[in-house]
């Protein structure tokens, strides 16, 4: 065996057997809405995408689902390493890294260097107006659901707008998700003033680091949980695991149930039993480091990070790949057993309790102890709290949807408006110059064709100008009257 071995200690998280079984990872992103925003658009809409960096999320919709079982098995077969941007898994007694690099092949994302002072810092000057009105009116919450039926109906026709709505949305549920019920980031919307710099930010960088960060702060503990939430493009590690092994996709099966989502497609997912069976085995191809085919990434300065140090043991793992090592299962021993993984959790609450025992008076604020993971506390709340929330989401999605299209109208009659006025300055003008036109040719009395006086056209004018503004008003109260309601029902609800 390589002396590499003797003088560094490749150990696991679990160890070999002791893995936790029958849980999945919880994946925000759902397959459903890259298909549902892409059916939503014009198919030169589509092009477009596929000309930008988004443009491999087209392929992707068309990748097997993401597994939740698969996506726990895998997580649970991590290798203890310490650098902040970087993980290894062991799968059929083989090395597996998932790096920035990786990430890149397989989302086709820009994943490069942040420009100069460009980090995430999309907020406008104080003196400028904010983006996000010329965007969605005066509505402070926008649903990614509410766009996405707003693309549909084509509530807004404007090209570049339909755009900007659907790359606002792939962001908020596909690329950046935080939540099961996602909605536009205000910071996003005003960077997507300026399409090329939107199109040109590194989103893939900022996507791999906030999955990447997910996946760290899962310790021993933490990986007991039933249901483990991940934020970021979760599908990413299943697409990495596929190139590094293709036997992985030989075999192919309904989802087992792991599926969360509406997702009705005839698209397979991994089978989690196939999985385990090549793990097993120990016998698949696996590449370690899966190649890059067709040269996305450049250089490997360009997927570096600045604050990632190096590591004895990634290091070495590098240099066993690329001198072909005969890796096997003696050469990552180590890790906790089941038992001790909970004898550790319940030491965890033990210490919580006792902290919050000793002192004198609680405070409003809610301290987070080592060792117990808000997700859990969350995944217990959201899951007896599911329906109802699913219920209020759908009811405010639909409110938002008629406001925009109260504000549409409204848009439209004040247009009409400015449009009547117009023509009668069109008309006074030409009696005043005692010039006949056809443009002021009665239809009333198109019969004798005799023009109309001033006194009739101001009339007539102000006859339509009131029946336009009286439907404004209309509109005006019936989306008061919803805002209303939203707000009774809200503070009832808070109550």
């Given at each position: 065996?390589?002396?590499?071995?003797?003088?560094?200690?490749?150990?696991?998280?679990?160890?070999?057997?002791?893995?936790?079984?029958?849980?999945?990872?919880?994946a925000y992103r759902k397959p459903c809405a890259l298909r549902h925003i892409f059916n939503a658009l014009d198919p030169d809409e589509v092009e477009r995408i596929r000309g930008s960096q988004f443009g491999r999320l087209?392929?992707?919709?068309?990748?097997?689902?993401?597994?939740?079982?698969?996506?726990?098995?895998?997580?649970?077969?991590?290798?203890?390493?310490?650098?902040?941007?970087?993980?290894?898994?062991?799968?059929?007694?083989?090395?597996?890294?998932?790096?920035?690099?990786?990430?890149?092949?397989?989302?086709?994302?820009?994943?490069?260097?942040?420009?100069?002072?460009?980090?995430m810092r999309c907020k406008s000057h104080i003196t400028e107006k904010p983006y996000w009105g010329e965007l969605f009116g005066t509505l402070k919450e926008v649903p990614v659901s509410s766009v996405v039926r707003m693309?549909?109906?084509?509530?807004?026709?404007?090209?570049?707008?339909?755009?900007?709505?659907?790359?606002?949305?792939?962001?908020?549920?596909?690329?950046?998700?935080?939540?099961?019920?996602?909605?536009?980031?205000?910071?996003?919307?005003?960077?997507?003033?300026?399409?090329?710099?939107?199109?040109?930010?590194?989103?893939?960088?900022?996507?791999?680091?906030?999955?990447?960060?997910?996946?760290?702060?899962?310790?021993?503990?933490?990986?007991?949980?039933?249901?483990?939430?991940?934020?970021?493009?979760?599908?990413?590690?299943?697409?990495?695991?596929?190139?590094?092994?293709?036997?992985?996709?030989?075999?192919?099966?309904?989802?087992?149930?792991?599926?969360?989502?509406?997702?009705?497609?005839?698209?397979?997912?991994?089978?989690?039993?196939?999985?385990?069976?090549?793990?097993?085995?120990?016998?698949?191809?696996?590449?370690?480091?899966?190649?890059?085919?067709?040269?996305?990434?450049?250089?490997?300065?360009?997927?570096?990070?600045?604050?990632?140090?190096?590591?004895?043991?990634?290091?070495?793992?590098?240099?066993?790949?690329?001198?072909?090592?005969?890796?096997?299962?003696?050469?990552?021993?180590?890790?906790?057993?089941?038992?001790?993984?909970?004898?550790?959790?319940?030491?965890?609450?033990?210490?919580?309790?006792?902290?919050?025992?000793?002192?004198?008076?609680?405070?409003?604020?809610?301290?987070?102890?080592?060792?117990?993971?808000?997700?859990?506390?969350?995944?217990?709340?959201?899951?007896?709290?599911?329906?109802?929330?699913?219920?209020?989401?759908?009811?405010?999605?639909?409110?938002?949807?008629?406001?925009?299209?109260?504000?549409?109208?409204?848009?439209?009659?004040?247009?009409?408006?400015?449009?009547?006025?117009?023509?009668?300055?069109?008309?006074?003008?030409?009696?005043?110059?005692?010039?006949?036109?056809?443009?002021?040719?009665?239809?009333?009395?198109?019969?004798?064709?005799?023009?109309?006086?001033?006194?009739?056209?101001?009339?007539?004018?102000?006859?339509?100008?009131?029946?336009?503004?009286?439907?404004?008003?209309?509109?005006?109260?019936?989306?008061?009257?919803?805002?209303?309601?939203?707000?009774?029902?809200?503070?009832?609800?808070?109550?």
């Amino acid at each position: 065996m390589n002396l590499r071995f003797h003088h560094v200690n490749y150990r696991r998280i679990f160890a070999i057997g002791e893995e936790p079984s029958r849980v999945r990872v919880t994946a925000y992103r759902k397959p459903c809405a890259l298909r549902h925003i892409f059916n939503a658009l014009d198919p030169d809409e589509v092009e477009r995408i596929r000309g930008s960096q988004f443009g491999r999320l087209l392929e992707i919709a068309d990748k097997p689902s993401f597994s939740g079982r698969f996506g726990r098995y895998i997580i649970s077969r991590q290798l203890k390493v310490s650098k902040k941007h970087e993980a290894w898994f062991v799968f059929a007694e083989k090395p597996i890294r998932f790096s920035l690099r990786e990430f890149a092949i397989v989302t086709g994302l820009n994943c490069g260097r942040f420009a100069k002072r460009s980090k995430m810092r999309c907020k406008s000057h104080i003196t400028e107006k904010p983006y996000w009105g010329e965007l969605f009116g005066t509505l402070k919450e926008v649903p990614v659901s509410s766009v996405v039926r707003m693309l549909q109906k084509k509530t807004v026709n404007d090209k570049e707008i339909r755009l900007k709505y659907a790359y606002l949305s792939l962001l908020a549920a596909v690329i950046l998700p935080t939540t099961h019920t996602p909605r536009i980031s205000h910071d996003q919307a005003e960077l997507i003033k300026d399409l090329d710099a939107f199109l040109a930010f590194p989103w893939g960088r900022v996507s791999f680091d906030m999955l990447m960060t997910s996946i760290k702060e899962r310790k021993e503990v933490a990986l007991l949980q039933n249901t483990i939430a991940l934020k970021g493009l979760v599908l990413s590690l299943q697409l990495v695991m596929i190139e590094a092994v293709p036997a992985l996709t030989d075999e192919s099966g309904e989802a087992d149930g792991d599926i969360l989502d509406d997702d009705k497609s005839d698209k397979k997912s991994i089978h989690p039993g196939h999985a385990r069976d090549i793990d097993s085995e120990g016998k698949a191809v696996v590449h370690s480091i899966i190649p890059d085919d067709n040269n996305i990434v450049n250089t490997a300065d360009g997927v570096a990070w600045s604050d990632d140090k190096d590591e004895t043991i990634v290091e070495n793992l590098v240099n066993l790949v690329e001198e072909r090592f005969p890796f096997s299962q003696t050469c990552f021993p180590g890790g906790v057993s089941i038992v001790e993984a909970f004898r550790m959790r319940d030491e965890a609450k033990a210490e919580a309790v006792n902290r919050k025992n000793s002192k004198p008076k609680a405070t409003s604020s809610t301290i987070i102890q080592e060792g117990v993971d808000p997700e859990f506390l969350a995944s217990m709340v959201r899951d007896k709290m599911k329906g109802d929330v699913n219920l209020l989401d759908a009811k405010i999605s639909k409110v938002d949807e008629t406001l925009i299209s109260f504000q549409a109208e409204i848009i439209e009659s004040l247009k009409e408006i400015a449009s009547k006025i117009d023509a009668i300055v069109v008309k006074m003008t030409l009696i005043g110059e005692d010039q006949p036109s056809q443009y002021y040719v009665s239809a009333v009395n198109a019969g004798t064709q005799t023009t109309e006086d001033i006194s009739t056209i101001i009339n007539n004018a102000v006859i339509d100008t009131t029946q336009i503004t009286l439907r404004s008003v209309t509109l005006i109260k019936r989306g008061s009257d919803v805002v209303l309601r939203d707000r009774i029902h809200k503070e009832l609800g808070n109550k």
